[in-house]
Each structure stands twice: as C-alpha cells, then as structure tokens.
C-alpha cells in the first residue's frame, strides 16, 4: 500500500475517534475500538489481522501495567480512607507556613500523591485548600487554585504511578524506575517555576477577584460552602453532590482517564473542611502521618534503587527481584494494607478496596486500548512511513512529540487520552528520531498538559470547589496547566543533554 492511503486512513481513524467523544459523547473506549478497527480495515492488516491485532495490543499493555495501576488505585483507596490527605495539608501548613502552601501542597500532590484518583484527591483537598487559601489572605484563591491544578495534572502524566505515566512507559517501552526519576527530575523545577510564575502574574493584576471568585468578600459565605459540602457527604466512599454533578455534567475526567466517582473522606472532628489548620491535631485512631505512607515511600524507593543500579551497571538478582515494580507496589500495597487494618479495622479497608476495584476498571481499559490502537499503528506500516520524513536529523524531535500531543489534547479535552493516544502514535517513530524512549515519553506526558479547557471535568470541579468562576477557573487551571506545559518543554531541551 502507498504511503498516501496510510497517511489518510490513519488522520480519518484519529479525527473519527476525536469526533465521537466530542461531540457524540461516546465513551473513549468505544471510540479508540472504533478507530482503530477502521484504521486495520482499511490497511494491509485487513479482515484477518486487525482484531488480533487489537487484542495483541490490549493485553500486551495489560500484561505490563494492568498490576500496577491496580496495585496503585488500591494503596490510594485506603490513603483516602484513613483521612491521610486531611492530615497532611494540615502538616503542610504547620511546617512551612500559609504563605508557602502552594508549593509545598503543589509538590507532595505532584510527586507523592499519584496513586489516587486524580478527581478524589482534588475532591478530598479543594476545601482544605479553599481554607487555607482565607488563611494566605490576599490572592490566597488563585494561588492555592492554580498550585492545585498544575500539581494535579502534571503529576498524573510525569510522575509513576500516574494512570498517564505508567501509560506512557509501557506503550514506549521505558523501564518505569527510568521514567519515575527523570519525572521527578522534571516535574519539581516545572511547579515551582511555573507557581512562582503565575504568582507574579496575580500579582500585576491578571487576577480580579470581583469577576474571578465567588463571594470573595464574605468568609462567612465560603466556610458556610465548606460546611454544606461536608454535610453533603454521607460518609467515607460517597460522592459529594457537587463532584456527582460536574462528572455528570461533563462525562471523562481529563487525567484519570473517565472516572466517573469523585470519593471524598468525611472528616473526622474539627479537622474537617474550613476548621482552623493551624490548631488541629491528628484525628484519634488515625495513623501517623510518616506511618501512613511509609509503604508507599518504600515502594517507590524501590523502584528508583533498582533504575540506579541499572544505570551504575551494577547487578544483584535480590534488588532486581524487589525493584521490579510489580513486585515494590505489591509490597506497598501490603504494608498499606496492614497499617489500615491497624487504625480502622478489617471492614473499612475492604470497603476501600471494593472501591479501588470498582473504580479502577475503566482507567485499566481505556489504557489497554490505547494499547490497541498503537498496535494497529504500527502493524499498519504508519511507522515505517513516518521514520521516512521523519529521524534524527529532525530539528526539535522533541518539539515535535510536544506539539503532536497538544493538538490531540485541544481536540480531545482529555489529558490521559490525548498522552496515550500521541503515545500510540510516536511508538513506531522512536527509533527514527534517534532520541531515548524516556525523553519523548515525558515530551508527549507535557504536550497533553496544554489548554486544558472546559471539555475537562477537572476545571468544574475546581471551579465549583474553589470558589472561582468560569473566567476565574480559565486563568487557574487553562493558563496555569498552559504554562506548565510550555515550561516543562523548555526545562526537558537541556535535560536531553544528558542522555548525549
């Protein structure tokens, strides 16, 4: 077949898929099913090959990532369920000050937090956050809004385990301790410079707090909102009236990849929503906060050992055994299980993880079909084709891999999507660009950062929970998550000197 028809059938299948879930609403899965069916018709693979093509790459990314995004949604339930969230703004508040909240929230939620749902973590924090905003004072709104944003959404792409980052690691074949380091490399200089950037901005004036927020004048009215939010909450697991009715409202959640609950612990005591963080104390029957996620530290620490002792070429079948990362979250699945039977009893963990399983099964599946259609592109010759205009005489690859990923996210809406999708695109074209599969891994996780707009259910809701309108929420989450994006590409031009 002739490149021609290649190139055309694959735009047609990309553009297909992008139109059903915009605007006929079809489920992602369906329509990266959809799409990718129609791209193995119409190419060499024909009636014989394209459905075994399609399950071939469904299970092969399962076979890679289906554990450990379970592993991780799981240690993430039972986080939530012990009220750890609460406990740690609380701390964070106390260790560095209000005035420096949003950098120290905006880099444990970026790099530690990865494991929970990205709507569940937002749900759980936006009113400890819109607390602590009254407590920074001036500006305290845009700059805990815009922390959480561009914390949330870099996190889930950059940093394992991330739904988008194990995504991007298994469809380009990256060893995840690999891509955990240089992410984390990455992400922590990409918030802080952008926080500190779109503080500067506030400042000037690009925040006008009398068409930006909502009730801003009357504490009274946004503790009153805290208030009713909780009392909406029948208990642990349950959906906020407010999350169930933007995730209604809006369908997929741009980075947890269509999650339909948004889980929010009740607090317990005063620590609730819009109690005074600086008085509060660590709720009775709770674990320490160290102890809580020591198993998850560990596991991470595990799978990073075991990244630099591959690097050092150093081999010890003992660490390699433990730092395999099914293996390291599977521990920290264990050690989380055990420290949440200590402090809540058998029954509320199982709860937990009845809910981790349930909500994680449309995140594993819309991966693994992002599986799919990155197979039949590469079964369909698209790579080869590529690698032809395309190598390492390419000027900015990395650019290039950006910019792909960006448009796909201006059409989608969905960051997870957008990042897989580019990710099934550019698997075939790695080795002709001449560049390491980590570097257009992170390049594709920062390109479907930019414009997140109102197709994302994450803007609802962090308009709705702190306190912004819809102008307000388009200079936090649009503009910041933007300008994340576009500083992360900046910062990722040097950091490929390195593998040089």
């Not at 910019?403 to 960051?415: E, K, M, R, Y």
Request: with cysteine; glycine share 10%; hydrophobic share 55%.
């Amino acid at each position: 077949m002739s490149d021609v028809p290649v190139l055309v059938n694959t735009a047609v299948a990309i553009i297909a898929t992008v139109v059903l879930i915009v605007r006929f609403h079809v489920n992602p899965v369906i329509s990266l099913v959809l799409g990718s069916l129609y791209l193995g018709l119409t190419t060499d693979l024909g009636l014989d090959k394209t459905v075994q093509t399609i399950t071939k790459g469904f299970g092969d990314i399962m076979a890679e990532v289906g554990l450990l995004i379970a592993f991780g949604v799981l240690m993430g339930a039972i986080l939530q369920e012990m009220g750890t969230i609460e406990e740690l703004v609380h701390r964070l508040i106390r260790l560095f000050g209000p005035k420096r909240l949003p950098y120290s929230l905006a880099l444990t939620i970026g790099t530690l937090l990865q494991s929970i749902y990205l709507d569940v973590l937002l749900v759980i924090s936006a009113p400890l956050a819109r607390s602590a905003a009254r407590r920074i004072g001036h500006l305290g709104t845009p700059r805990m809004a815009v922390a959480m944003a561009i914390a949330l959404e870099c996190g889930i792409v950059l940093v394992v385990p991330g739904v988008g980052a194990l995504a991007l690691a298994a469809l380009l074949h990256v060893p995840l301790g690999t891509m955990l380091l240089w992410g984390l490399v990455l992400i922590v200089p990409t918030i802080i410079i952008s926080v500190a950037i779109m503080t500067f901005l506030f400042h000037k004036g690009f925040w006008n707090p009398a068409s930006d927020e909502l009730a801003v004048t009357h504490e009274a009215d946004l503790a009153a909102g805290d208030e009713a939010r909780t009392e909406q909450t029948a208990g642990p697991g349950q959906q906020t009236t407010a999350a169930r009715s933007q995730i209604t409202r809006h369908g997929t959640d741009s980075s947890s990849a269509g999650a339909t609950t948004a889980t929010l612990v009740g607090p317990e005591g005063p620590d609730g929503a819009g109690a005074d963080a600086e008085g509060a104390e660590t709720a009775v029957g709770r674990p320490h906060l160290l102890l809580s996620f020591a198993p998850l530290l560990l596991a991470l620490l595990l799978i990073a050992a075991g990244a630099i002792a591959e690097a050092a070429g150093w081999h010890n079948r003992v660490l390699a055994f433990l730092a395999d990362p099914v293996v390291a979250l599977l521990v920290g699945l264990i050690g989380t299980v055990v420290v949440g039977r200590m402090h809540m009893g058998r029954k509320r963990v199982d709860d937990a993880i009845a809910r981790g399983f349930k909500d994680s099964g449309q995140i594993l599946i819309l991966t693994a079909v992002g599986g799919s259609l990155a197979a039949v592109v590469a079964a369909g010759g698209l790579g080869d084709i590529l690698r032809g205009y395309f190598g390492a005489h390419t000027f900015a690859p990395l650019l290039l891999v950006w910019l792909i990923a960006a448009v796909l996210h201006i059409a989608v809406g969905s960051v997870t999507i957008s990042a897989i999708t580019a990710a099934g695109i550019l698997a075939p074209l790695a080795p002709g660009l001449g560049i390491d599969p980590v570097l257009i891994a992170l390049a594709a996780g920062t390109g479907s950062l930019f414009a997140v707009h109102v197709t994302s259910n994450t803007f609802w809701l962090l308009q709705s929970l702190m306190g912004q309108t819809t102008r307000g929420t388009l200079k936090t989450c649009t503009v910041g998550v933007s300008l994340a994006s576009v500083v992360a590409i900046v910062l990722l031009q040097p950091i490929s000197l390195l593998f040089f």
